[in-house]
Structure formats: C-alpha cells, structure tokens
C-alpha cells in the first residue's frame, strides 16, 4: 500500500508538510470495516463485548476524522484543501486504470464528520435500545445484539468508502456496499415476513437507481477514457452537450434511488420495518444523504449542464411536496419521520439542482437535518421502548409527564425541523427557499412557491405528530399494544437519552454555527465553487423569511385545530376526503414503481426463468436424453455371446450380398 502518495491538487511541494494523520486516512474506513469482521466471524465469543467494540470502533473513525479535519485546516485556504491520496493500484486493464484512493476534501471531511459523529450516537443509544429489544423479543441474550453491531459497522464503513472514494467507480464500490448492508439492517428481524418485504423492495429499487449510476460511469469513461474525479472534472468541457445531459440524468436517476426521490420513493417508509437506530442511520447521516452527495461531488458536471439542473430541481421540487403531504395521513409515528425524511432529502435535492447558488445551501441542510431528524427517530424509539414497541400515535396521548427529556429533546428537534426561528432547520431550510426564489422567471415563482408550500405542510403533519404523542388524553390506558401487551409509560435509560440530549444541542445551534459568517459555504467553497447569491427574487429578499415563518405558524395552527382541541379517536376514521385517501395510499408511489419497475422486472425473471429451464436446461436435457436413449439401444447389440456376433456377421453378409445383386456387381 503507497501511503507515501499524497498529491496536492495546487501544491506540488506539500508531499513534505503532510504528516502521518494524512498519510494514514485509509484508518477511518479500516476502524469499522475491522469491527464489522470481528464481530460477523468472531460468533458467540463476542456476544459479551460486541456492542462495546462497534461502538470503539465508530468512535475511533470520528476521533481520526476530528483530527484529519484540524490536519486540513492547517493548509492554506488559497491551497484549495484538496488532497488526493492514492493507496494501489486498483483495476489496471489496458485502458481501463482505476486507483483505489481517497479524496481528502472539505466537501468529504464535513460527511465524514457527519457519518462518524452522528453514527458513534447512534451506535450508543443502540446499546440500551437493542438491550430490550433482546428482553422483549428473541430471549438470546447478546446474540443478536452483536450481530446488529456488526451490520451497523459494515454500513458506517460502506458509507466512508463512499464519500472519501477519489473515483466513480471507488464510489460506486461504497454505493454497493451501503445498498448491502441497508438490506441487512431493514431485514434483521427476519422472523417478520414484513421486514423481510421491505428489505428485498429497498434491495431491487436500488438496483434500479444503480442501473443509472452504472450507465453514467460507462459513458464517462467510453468519453474521456477515466472515471477519476480529478480528471473527469478537468476534462468536463470536453463532453459533447447531449452527452452530459445523458451523463447528469444517470446520475440523479441513481440519486432518486439511493435517496428516495419521486419516482423510486417508495422503498424509504418501509424501511421502517428495521429497528429504530437502523431508520436514524439511514435517514438522517448516511444512506438517504448518498444521493445529495453524489450530485454535490458531480457539480463541474452539473454546472455546464442546465438541463441536468433542471431535471434534479423538478425532482426535489416534486418529492418535498409529495413527502409532506403523504406524511400528513399517517398514524405510525416512523413512517411519518420516514416521509418527513422524503421531503426534506427533496429540499436538499432542489438546492444542488440551483447548481452554484444552491450546492453549499444543500450540504449545510443536509448537515443541520443530520442533527435534528436523527434526534426524531432516536426519540421516536424512546417512545416506543417506552410503550411496549407500540407506533400507532392513536394509542399515545399525554406522554410528556411520563417521558420528559424524551418530550424535550423531540421538541426541539420538531422545533428545528419546522424552521422555528433561530433554530437549525431556519438557517438552512430558508436558505434553500431565498435561493429557490432567486431564480429566474418562471423557476422561481415554481420552485420557490413549493419550497414555501412545503415548510407550512412540514408543520402541519409535524405539530399533529407531537399533539398525537405527547400532548391530550392518555389515550392507551386501558388498552394494549400491537404486541398484545400492557403499556407501562416510562423513560428511557441515560445510554439512550444522552445522544438524544447531544443531537437536540446541535438542532439548537448547528444552523447558527454553520451561517454565522458564511463559515459553512467559504469552507465548503474549493470542492463545489463560491456561493453565487441571486441578483434579484421574485418575492423581495426581506419578505421571504417573515412569510415562511408565517406560513408555518400557519400550519401549526390549522393542526392544533384539527387535532389539539379535540378528542382524537382511538380508531383510525375510513371515511376521509378522496385526498386523504390519495395519501393513505402514497399518492400512487407504490402503483407507480409496480408497473414501471416490478412488474417488468418479474415479467422480464419469468421470461428468463422460462428461457433457462426450457431453453438452456432443455437442449442439454433434451441432448442427454437422445444419448441416453440411443446407448440403451445400441447396447442390446453388445451381448458378450460368440453366437450372437456370429449371426449379426451372416445377417450383414447377407444384407451386402442383396445390396450388390440389387444394382449389380460390376465387371
């Protein structure tokens, strides 16, 4: 392995400033990679400490993170902080030269942080809550546990091979490998049929999005002869209009699947089927951001195609609205946070699809939605680990006596998702919207408007999520959970509370930290360009954060009369408006990607299936059987009888003499 090559994109002479921290980065994928073999191959022997190593091990990624990132800040900003370290020699064939290297730049040191710091959370709360998952479901203590922390080490180090990747093809190996591991973890409880489905629906409608990304890297190297980041977006001019809209329509189709964009949705709220720290990982630092990532990355492609610009704008624009409004109809508080997910991943998506004046405003969502959407689930499984798994929010009610740091740190998590002023999701999701509005004709009237639209549905179905929860009657008293057992209301132990109070602290502040003095865009600036401001909008500048907070307090009024002034019934209505059916029903999502997605792709297996056993399998069936049947014929001639030989001599000697009599002997 070289180490020793670590290239500055603008500094030839820094191969002897850079330390043994750069030199040795490969050690932040290494740390949960080692984890996850020790714990899959270890067994039994690790039951009692696997949890505790998953944990290290996440924590050691961040801890070597936090130093890379102070090592990259000691590099003059007019340097551009851009470092590539090549490590071997990957896929050398002919033409064909892959390395395996990592991009050390400020745009993968932020998801790095990101991915190891919200995920070290994550894996610490997991303790207490795969504990009770134990006690209450499998009665092996430890087994599963240790299993579950070695599937979320493989997904944290997938993930860090995607980000930190210098090539498309590395992060194509990272794509794969977040996919494999999301399949492991949304199916762990594999003795639900349900999760099961789920695991295999978000397994194949990935493969649909990869397909696309797959496609996308085939014609940058058929175009350019490299899929190398640092030469792909040198040479980006040199790609012909057409190709570089196909090439940006690939990539945001293999987006749309690994983030769960309109059309390939549909997968995301079934991921809920894992356990709740799995639906944290995914939807709030790893997998669902992937997509963000892989668009922001491809920025110079991007930036010289508008009608790629374009295509990724109407795609967030839609799925932000088709998120909130079927997160308005649903009664299982994980599938709400699921579809708030959808909405706000379509917030991040129309950001890096306004190209220069959104790419930065994008990460820095994505980053603040980190904090704050992971401190929802983690909340969200409190409640449940506090109401026997129960997630139907008709059986909750008045929990914020029984659960108060729970109340508090999901309340300014709620608070922060909603854009409540000063806090985390104000900055960033306002931010997308002035830029949305910034746009010109049309587009900002369009794209503005459904950002706005969006923030004021955001509240709605948010306040009815915490109004159902915490707020009204104790609803479940005298009833039972799914389950069939008693509910007990009670707190959560401190190895769980104590990341939820961490991540309610960074929806406080983060938004705050990452605007103050554009500190988040200048950094972020040598990896996806400076912040273009828009020169006019079609609102004025000044209006546009009064009427979002407006709209919002909006939302959350019309929920508070719909659901917090009245008795909200135990029983789930069915008879609605043909709108909440709409919802209930996911707006057509799953119809849709039935008939363009698994349909084909089953017509197209039986097709094959049938092919394979009655094409293939039946010519060498087929052939082996005329052999069969002409051995078995051809042996009765094979007797081991003198007499029998004789007589079949006299028979053809008599057959070859009729034969000459027949045309003659000639003479």
Not at 122 to 133: E, N, T, V
Not at 328 to 341: N, P
Not at 510 to 520: E, H, S, V, Y
Request: proline share 4%; aromatic share 10%; charged share 10%.
């Amino acid at each position: 392995m070289n180490t020793g090559a670590f290239l500055a994109a603008d500094s030839p002479d820094v191969l002897g400033a850079v330390g043994g921290i750069q030199q040795n980065a490969w050690l932040l994928i290494a740390f949960p990679a080692l984890g996850a073999l020790i714990l899959l191959v270890a067994g039994r022997r690790a039951n009692g400490w696997g949890h505790i190593l998953g944990c290290a091990t996440v924590i050691a990624s961040f801890v070597y993170g936090a130093l890379l990132f102070g090592s990259l800040l000691g590099f003059p900003a007019e340097s551009g902080r851009v470092r590539d370290l090549h490590l071997y020699s990957w896929i050398p064939v002919n033409a064909l030269q892959v390395d395996f290297g990592l991009r050390i730049d400020p745009l993968s040191m932020v998801f790095v942080l990101l991915i190891t710091g919200v995920g070290a959370l994550i894996h610490i709360y997991s303790i207490g809550y795969m504990a009770h998952d134990q006690e209450g479901r499998t009665g092996r203590e430890n087994t599963e546990r240790r299993r579950f922390f070695g599937y979320l080490n493989l997904f944290v180090a997938a993930m860090l091979i995607l980000v930190l990747g210098n090539g498309f093809v590395t992060l194509y190996l990272g794509w794969e490998g977040v996919g494999l591991a999301s399949y492991l973890l949304i199916g762990f409880w594999q003795n639900r049929p349900s999760a099961a489905a789920a695991a295999t629906k978000a397994f194949v409608m990935n493969r649909v999005g990869d397909v696309g990304l797959a496609l996308a890297i085939f014609l940058l190297f058929a175009n350019l002869g490299t899929t190398q980041y640092s030469e792909v977006f040198a040479r980006a001019g040199e790609l012909s209009p057409g190709v570089l809209l196909a090439i940006t329509l690939l990539l945001l189709l293999g987006a749309c699947g690994k983030s769960g964009q309109v059309p390939l949705q549909a997968w995301l709220p079934d991921a809920m089927e894992g356990p709740t720290p799995v639906s944290a990982l995914i939807h709030a630092a790893t997998m669902v951001t992937a997509g963000v990532y892989l668009i922001a990355r491809s920025s110079p492609l991007y930036t010289l195609s508008p009608g790629g610009q374009l295509a990724a704008t109407i795609v967030g624009a839609v799925t932000l609205l088709v998120g909130c409004i079927i997160g308005c109809a649903y009664d299982d508080i994980k599938k709400v946070l699921a579809y708030s997910t959808v909405s706000q991943i379509g917030y991040m998506m129309l950001a890096v699809g306004l190209g220069p004046a959104g790419y930065a405003l994008g990460i820095m969502h994505l980053l603040t939605h980190g904090f704050f959407k992971a401190g929802l689930f983690l909340g969200a499984g409190s409640v449940m680990h506090g109401m026997n798994d129960e997630v139907d929010m008709r059986k909750f009610g008045g929990l914020y006596r029984f659960m108060p740091i729970t109340f508090v740190t999901f309340g300014l998590g709620y608070l922060a998702l909603i854009g409540f002023p000063f806090l985390s999701g104000y900055y960033s999701k306002d931010a997308i919207i002035e830029a949305a509005f910034g746009q010109e004709g049309w587009r900002g009237w369009v794209f503005g408007g459904a950002a706005m639209l969006g923030a004021a549905i955001t509240a709605f179905y948010m306040t009815r999520l915490v109004l159902m929860t915490f707020f009204g009657a104790k609803r479940w008293e005298n009833l039972k959970a799914s389950n069939g057992k008693d509910f007990h209301p009670h707190e959560s132990p401190a190895v769980m509370t104590a990341p939820m109070i961490v991540l309610a602290v960074g929806s406080i502040a983060a938004g705050m930290f990452f605007a103050g003095g554009d500190r988040l865009t200048g950094f972020l600036a040598p990896s996806l360009g400076e912040l273009q401001e828009p020169t006019h909008t079609a609102i004025p500048h000044s209006m546009i954060p009064l009427l979002t907070v407006v709209l919002s307090a909006l939302g959350v009024l019309i929920a508070w009369l719909v659901v917090g002034r009245k008795p909200v019934p135990v029983e789930r209505p069915q008879r609605v408006s043909p709108i909440v059916r709409a919802a209930r029903a996911d707006l057509g999502g799953n119809a849709l990607n039935n008939a363009l997605a698994v349909r084909p792709a089953f017509g197209l297996a039986r097709g094959l299936v049938t092919v394979d056993s009655r094409g293939v399998d039946g010519a060498v069936n087929g052939i082996a059987g005329f052999l069969g049947f002409s051995s078995g014929r051809l042996r009765r001639w094979q007797t081991g009888f003198v007499r029998s030989y004789a007589l079949s001599m006299l028979f053809g000697g008599i057959v070859v003499i009729a034969a000459l009599m027949v045309v003659g002997i000639p003479t």
